[in-house]
């Protein structure tokens, strides 16, 4: 018995770290491209300098001017409809997301044809997104996709179906995740559009690195590198050697994944595109985590904080601080990994970010049970939760139910343990999710089901 506790304590944090550390951050640098491709524009507090405003809006055009046509009805629509829109644009801009909607909905009230319906649902949809309400962008994406199809707006249905593709990954329902990016694909690959081809190319990466089909993501993000190369797009270029970087990370392939990161962090420094450049130097900051070098990955993390920070970015701070808890958590430095979390837990709830907050709720739990205070931990993964079943997180979901299960067989209470984990087990194969989680809770299973 004594041994099989002894992995269930790494196990505890090894479900969380690989959710958080690895998927979580490779996530966000491509939602941020897929955010800056449909809402003109980088969600973000306001900027410290207008140097910084500049650094985003050069990244945000090289995307931007292949869907400029699709929202261009918007400004130039009468006034009645430009101007809420024009407001809502810069309320989304600001992460004032809620304000956002009000005004788009009040665009979408004087609008004049269904191609300015499908793109104000597409903007009110984000807005949901932006503040984790995944339910609600689904259904504003679904319900641009009727008005698409009668304006018969082959890019308002692509853009349609690739951000319904984005929040079916992010619930953990991967094999919806995949139709809707395939059929994103199909169209952007009829209408000729390589940018977006590139997009959709690079979002199926994700599902099959999600799957831990680490080929097939692998084929994907060459696809999509070779067509950014092409057409010259050096943002999709830089994203795309993030993203294999994160495969050789997933296959344990340290050294590759440093190189392409680190190519990555230098066409975004050439560009000056410091929200990618806060993103690679995270990203690399996870190599020198499964280093075990947790004085490079400090530096690392530190330093993108110091961008997110600058740039106004809330949602890369939370990310970065969480990070930054998981170091001290694995130097034993329990206040410190407390303190970090805790900041992270914080600005997620100030930005509305449902889906960090169970992240960070989810990091808490592990502290507190690596301390032996296994009741606070059950509750903030109880918490943690609670907010993936509201959001749909199925991946989530697995996670939180993995160490509840992990916390009552370390009880001794073996049948609940196998019941958590068994459920745990099941959301895992629904989604098609392979990796690491996954593994340890199998396991667990099998070693709980053996004694």
Known sequence: MTTFLAILGAALVAIVVIGYLLTVINFVERVASLWRRYILGQPKAEPATKEDVADIKRAVDELRGQVSTYLDGLPQAKAEVRDPFEEGERLQDADQHEAAIAEFEKAFAAAEDDSQRCALHILIGNSFYGLSRLPEAEGHYRQALG?????????????????????????????????????????????????????????????????????????????????????????????????????????????????????????????????????????????????????????????????????????????????????????????????????????????????????????????????????????????????DEEVGNRLGQADRLGNLGLLAAQRGEAEKGRGLLSQAKALYEAAGAGGQGSEIVREALERLESE
């Open 147 to 387: 008005p698409a199809e009668r304006a018969g707006d082959r890019e308002g249905q692509a853009t349609a179906l690739g951000n319904l593709g984005v929040v079916y990954l992010q619930q953990g329902d991967l094999d919806k995740a995949e139709e809707h990016h395939k059929k994103a694909l199909a169209i952007e690959e009829q209408i000729d559009n390589p940018l977006d081809q590139a997009t959709a190319l690079c979002n199926l990466g994700l599902v099959y690195a999600d799957r831990g089909e680490l080929d097939k993501a692998e084929e994907h993000y060459r696809k999509a590198l070779a067509i950014d190369e092409e057409i010259g797009n050096r943002v999709g270029q830089a994203e795309d050697l993030g993203n294999l970087g994160l495969v050789y990370a997933d296959r344990g392939e340290l050294d590759k994944a440093e190189e392409h990161l680190k190519k990555a962090l230098d066409i975004h420094k050439a560009i000056g595109n410091r929200l990618g450049q806060a993103a690679a130097l995270g990203n690399l900051g996870n190599v020198y985590f499964q280093r075990a070098d947790m004085d490079e990955a400090q530096e690392h993390y530190r330093r993108s904080l110091e961008i997110h920070q600058h740039i106004g970015n809330r949602l890369g701070q939370a990310n970065q601080l969480g990070n930054l808890g998981n170091v001290y958590f694995q130097r034993g430095d329990f206040a410190k990994a407390e303190e970090h979390c805790k900041k992270a837990l914080a600005i997620d709830e100030e930005i509305g970010n449902r889906l960090g907050q169970a992240n960070s709720l989810g990091n808490l739990g592990n502290v507190y049970a690596d301390r032996g205070d296994l009741d606070k931990a059950e509750e903030h993964y109880r918490k943690a939760l609670a907010i």
